[in-house]
């Protein structure tokens, strides 16, 4: 954890939520934003790790990408453990 409290967990979710954005065909930043009437920077910030998301806007977000937080959170942890298996 860093001292604004941004976790190993936190970077990777919004890696996640990149990933699906770009496999998406129909998603993008902005589009997401717009539906959820939040403004674009707000989730760009989030979806870039520079701060981390609350449980209900990764829920929201990843309804409108088809999936689920806790889909996404799995993936997360999985990359994360992976990484930690490989280094160790």
């Known amino acids: ?4 409290g941004f976790t190993g967990l936190d970077a990777g979710v919004a890696a996640e ?5 770009a496999r998406s065909r129909t998603a993008s930043v902005k589009g997401i934003a717009e539906k959820l ?3 674009r920077a707000t989730l760009s910030s989030r979806v870039n790790g520079h701060a981390a998301f609350t449980p209900s806007l990764l829920a929201a977000v990843a309804a409108e990408l088809g ?3 806790s889909s ?10 992976s990484a930690e298996a490989v280094a160790s």
């Open 37 to 39: 009437g939040i403004r």
């Open 17 to 21: 939520v990149r990933s699906e954005i």
């Open 1 to 4: 954890m860093n001292r604004i």
């Open 67 to 69: 999936t689920s937080a």
């Open 72 to 81: 996404i959170i799995a993936r997360a942890e999985r990359a994360i453990e």
